[in-house]
């Protein structure tokens, strides 16, 4: 880069030092300017560089995380197969009619719903706000937190209203000899 020197002292090239007013080697320079060989004009100018610099990382740095914050909210939800585990035969629930479990043994509770003659869906019984246990709302096709009035899609898990910003964990379910059963957990990797 070339700079206009004011006072009329011609152009310097900032790209390769700095050039001493009386114009003599550098080496032939008192101590004070062998030691800061680098004037205001050339240090302003390499701020500059280093900032613009810094602005393109920090941008690049930026769009690569709304990239992968994107990438885990539409592909985040990943199934955890476990052993299949009956948990309900198909007609011990009425339709709208529902019974916690657990999934694997020993987990957190889960709830089963059964939403038609032959569909039934189940999720992790704590809700994602602050852990207390939701309840079926079926006439409504959702499922409701009390404790703070949050709601969740009875058919994807998903929040609607109130606080919970994540879906419920979704339990994938089967219907197989007249039993339903578990075989997997989808887990919110987000
Ligand atoms: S704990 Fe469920 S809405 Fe707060």
Not at 10 to 15: H, S, T
Not at 164 to 181: C, H, K, M, N, T
Request: aromatic letters at 8%; charged letters at 25%; a neutral charge.
């Amino acid at each position: 880069m070339i700079l206009h020197q004011r006072g009329g002292e011609g152009p310097r090239d900032l790209d390769h030092g700095t050039t001493p007013p009386d114009g003599r080697p550098i080496d032939e320079q008192p101590k004070w300017r062998r030691d800061f060989p680098v004037d205001w004009a050339q240090d302003e100018y390499v701020s500059r560089r280093e900032l613009v610099k810094f602005m393109v990382l920090t941008s690049a740095a930026m769009v690569a995380g709304q990239f992968w914050i994107v990438l885990k909210s539409t592909f985040g939800r990943t199934a955890a197969r476990s052993s299949d585990v009956p948990i309900a035969r198909v007609d011990e629930l009425p339709i709208g009619g529902a019974k916690t479990f657990t999934y694997p043994e020993g987990s957190t509770p889960r709830l089963l719903v059964r939403t038609g003659a032959v569909t039934f869906v189940a999720y992790d019984q704590q809700c994602t706000h602050l852990l207390c246990p939701v309840v079926p709302a079926v006439e409504v096709g959702r499922l409701h937190c009390p404790c703070h009035n949050g709601w969740f899609d009875l058919a994807t898990g998903r929040p609607v209203a109130g606080p919970p910003q994540r879906a419920l964990p979704r339990i994938f379910v089967e219907i197989r000899d007249g039993s339903v059963y578990a075989t997997g957990v989808e887990e919110s990797t987000t």
